[in-house]
């Protein structure tokens, strides 16, 4: 699988916990949840108190929580990780690449959501 990403829009938070690169984060700095509302994706991992670059418009790197289908809509899982949205949560992002198990890295496009 090809690591390319072209965000459009990135912004930064401070961090209110600890943060993985290439997960979910929160309008609020933290890592998201199952099923939350997400500001973007976080580009390096971050402690409580650093200033974190958030892509949240254009195509990014993520971690994969499980297996997905490339076209597939995704949202979060408990740690953040992308997963496929079936019938609750908020949807954060298109999967432009298959993931055929947790812990792989994919390209996804990022869908604006609102709390």
Excluded: C, Y
């Excluded at 993985?20 to 997400?38: C, E, I, K, P």
């Excluded at 993931?99 to 959501?113: H, R």
């Amino acid at each position: 699988m090809t690591m390319q990403a072209f965000p459009v829009l990135t912004l930064t938070v401070t961090a209110t916990g600890a943060m993985t690169a290439h997960r979910f984060v929160t309008a609020a700095g933290a890592q998201a949840g199952a099923d939350a509302n997400t500001l973007g994706v976080a580009r390096s991992d971050a402690v409580s108190g650093d200033r974190v670059a958030v892509d949240v418009l254009g195509t990014v790197i993520l971690e994969a929580g499980a297996a997905f289908a490339a076209g597939a809509t995704l949202k979060s899982d408990a740690g953040g990780r992308g997963m496929a949205w079936a019938t609750s949560g908020a949807k954060v992002a298109l999967a432009l690449q298959a993931a055929t198990a947790a812990g792989q890295f994919v390209e996804v496009l990022l869908i604006p959501n609102v709390a």
